[in-house]
Each structure stands twice: as structure tokens, then as C-alpha cells.
T-cell receptor, first 114, second 114 residues
Framework: SQELEQSPQSLIVQEGKNLTINCTSS?????LYWYKQKYGEGLIFLMM?????EEKSHEKITAKLDEKKQQSSLHITASQPSHAGIYLC??????????????FGRGTQLTVWP | DGGITQSPKYLFRKEGQNVTLSCEQN?????MYWYRQDPGQGLRLIYY???????QKGDIAEGYSVSREKKESFPLTVTSAQKNPTAFYLC?????????????FGPGTRLTVL
């Protein structure tokens, strides 16, 4: 099985500050997914990375997959209260040849105070 | 609008009773999944189905059962054999698009066993 370690477990930042969340895998990542979750709700897809060195951005959120494809980072620039929630990384179990399962990290709880 | 619906949002049951959680999708996705989420635990896979009339156990299938008689529906039954059923349950679906297998999530059902 694949294990994903997320750090930090929780993060409290002041509005306007930058922050980074990390996701480290025990195995090579064939597909790395970032999701956001508000408490008591479903997961919202943010971004997906496949290639080593790949970087994607959406609004003020940037995700990167390192060259060795075993670690990903999610960076938020100038955080806002709307960024608050739980961020989870998920990884494909295979090279994507089947509609297989995803393995998830335990999540990072982000609080942004005004 | 296409999406995944889960019902009900909140469910209360007495200990020893079986309960079925509903999951319906109109995205025409082939694969469907059930996850359980507990505080600080991330998402754990219960069962998944890649095609109608077929499904596989995930990491914590004991005490749960599923069926996949229709492409659109993947109900989960929490049986009395599940020792600690109180949790937040999430249903997801996915399909292959340009090699990606991102999963789309429903809003979740919070089950409380009294």
C-alpha cells in the first residue's frame, strides 16, 4: 500500500501571510491530487500533478511535484479567511491504467485569522 | 447539473441496527467509492467498484456491505457487525479523462449510532 504523510497537521496563520503544506509519499507518485474540505462537507478538487517537476497554479494556490515524484507541496500566497479548511493530498495506486483507488494523507487543518 | 448526491446528510441509528447510506451519481462515471472519515484520520477506503455488478474491498471493509446493480448507484450498508460505525461517510466517483482519474466527491453523510 502507499502511505502519505502530510505536514503540518494544523496551521494557524494571520490573513495575508504565505504558507506551505507538504505531502510525502512512501512510494513513487503516479498521480498526486490536492483537495480542500470544509468541515462536514465533501472534498473539492484543487489540482492534479503527474510529471516530476510539474507545477500548477490556481488563483493564489500553487502546487508542485518534485523531480523524484515522492513529495508535493501546496503553497498559498497572501492567505485569506476563505482559504480556511482541511487540505488533503491523495495519490494514485498505479500508473493509471485502471480506475483504481486513491490513498489519502490525514489532512492539514488550516485556520486563517483576520 | 451533474454531480453526486448522498442521502441523508445526518443519520441516527440505535446500536445493533443495520443502516443503508445512499449514493447516486449522474456523471456517467464507471467507478464509485466509499470512504470513511474520522477526526485526524484522513479518508479510509471501505469498498470500491470499477464496473457494474463488481466491487472490491478496501482497507476497512469489515462490517460493511455494498452493491452495484446500476451504474448510477452504489449504496453502502453499515451492519451491526461494524464495531464503531459513528463517522462521516463520503462517496466518490471517477472516470478516465486524458489519463487522469480524479475523484469527485459527494457532500457526505454523518452517521451517529446511539
Amino acid at each position: 500500500s502507499q502511505e502519505l504523510e502530510q505536514s503540518p497537521q494544523s496551521l494557524i496563520v494571520q490573513e495575508g501571510k504565505n504558507l506551505t503544506i507538504n505531502c510525502t509519499s512512501s512510494k513513487t507518485l503516479y498521480g498526486l491530487y490536492w483537495y480542500k474540505q470544509k468541515y462536514g462537507e465533501g472534498l473539492i478538487f484543487l489540482m492534479m500533478l503527474q510529471k516530476g517537476g510539474e507545477e500548477k497554479s490556481h488563483e493564489k494556490i500553487t502546487a508542485k511535484l518534485d523531480e523524484k515524484k515522492q513529495q508535493s507541496s501546496l503553497h498559498i500566497t497572501a492567505s485569506q479567511p476563505s482559504h480556511a479548511g482541511i487540505y488533503l493530498c491523495g495519490a494514485s495506486s498505479d500508473r493509471g491504467s485502471t480506475l483504481g483507488r486513491l490513498y489519502f494523507g490525514r489532512g492539514t487543518q488550516l485556520t486563517v485569522w483576520p | 447539473d451533474g454531480g453526486i448526491t448522498q442521502s441523508p446528510k445526518y443519520l441516527f441509528r440505535k446500536e445493533g441496527q443495520n443502516v443503508t447510506l445512499s449514493c447516486e451519481q449522474n456523471l456517467n462515471h464507471d467507478a464509485m467509492y466509499w470512504y470513511r472519515q474520522d477526526p485526524g484520520q484522513g479518508l479510509r477506503l471501505i469498498y470500491y467498484s470499477q464496473i457494474v455488478n463488481d466491487f472490491q474491498k478496501g482497507d476497512i471493509a469489515e462490517g460493511y456491505s455494498v452493491s452495484r446493480e446500476k451504474k448510477e448507484s452504489f449504496p453502502l450498508t453499515v451492519t451491526s457487525a461494524q464495531k464503531n460505525p459513528t463517522a462521516f461517510y463520503l462517496c466518490a466517483s471517477s472516470t478516465r479523462t486524458s489519463g487522469r482519474t480524479e475523484q469527485f466527491f459527494g457532500p457526505g453523510t454523518r452517521l451517529t449510532v446511539l
